[in-house]
């Protein structure tokens, strides 16, 4: 699994490229969320251990979404 930060967002990529989802801070509610780009798109198990793993590690301080400058 692959996390690639894209605008205060990470972008969540199987071993195979596929663009599974996102992981964004979801600020009303103070925790990091992923969302479907795709309904469609299978996520194995696998996947959805990492990305609840690279969530709670977000939640909790242990892994940051690096900042963009757009300047």
């Given at each position: 699994?692959?996390?690639?930060?894209?605008q205060q967002e990470l972008d969540?990529?199987?071993e195979s490229g596929q663009i599974l989802g996102?992981?964004?801070?979801?600020d009303p509610y103070g925790v990091h969320?992923?969302?479907r780009i795709d309904?469609?798109?299978v996520i194995s198990s696998a996947d959805d251990?990492?990305?609840a793993e690279r969530?709670?590690?977000?939640d909790s301080g242990k892994y940051s979404i690096p900042m963009q400058d757009d300047d």
């Open positions: 699994m692959l996390f690639f930060p894209i969540c990529i199987s996102k992981i964004k801070f979801d969320v992923f969302y309904d469609s798109v251990a990492a990305i969530l709670a590690g977000l």
